[in-house]
């Protein structure tokens, strides 16, 4: 099952507008209903804060809003100490907490994230510039992360 991040859904909101692919959002909504995707609350936070209409579109489908549990910020622990992050010293050109939060509902809830943060083919030395994707890729249980092109793509749906 997808959990959506804050640049997937953003991304969707604001390179395919309701008014011109209505058919979208409307699988889109009725997929959020099923529980067919989910949103982890720190996701909840940012698209609220950055998208408040997009916010106001998700939350009239009823999300599967996830909150971290002690073993979700458990291993968001891990994932930081992985990335060599100390205190709170994140790196802009990195992942930041939220993300590790993110990254850890996905592990601890076995699912594969949707988000739209640039692939990076290279890891960078320091490994907490290091965007999702990669540090979807460096963790144990090898989540999965897919763009939003490809949960259209996958889905076979015609719009």
């Known amino acids: 099952m997808p959990a ?12 395919y507008p309701v008014n011109q692919f209505p058919k979208l959002w409307v699988w889109l909504g009725e997929q959020t209903q099923a529980e067919q995707f989910v949103v982890p609350e720190a996701v909840d936070g940012e698209v609220k804060d950055r998208a408040p209409d997009c916010h106001k579109w998700l939350h009239q489908h009823n999300p599967k809003i996830i909150p971290p549990t002690p073993a979700i910020l458990a291993d968001a622990l891990k994932l930081k100490a992985m990335l060599g992050i100390v205190n ?3 790196n802009r ?3 930041g907490e939220n993300d590790l939060i993110i990254i850890a509902t996905c592990i601890q809830g076995h699912l594969e994230l949707v988000s739209n943060e640039g692939v990076q083919t290279d890891l960078p030395q320091n490994l907490a510039k290091c965007k999702i994707p990669a540090v979807c890729a460096m963790t144990p249980e090898k989540v999965a992360c897919i763009d939003f092109r490809q949960v259209i793509m996958r889905s076979g749906k015609v719009f």
């Open 4 to 15: 959506f991040d804050a640049s997937s859904i953003i991304h969707a909101w604001d390179h």
């Open 88 to 90: 709170d010293k994140y």
């Open 93 to 95: 050109a990195g992942v």
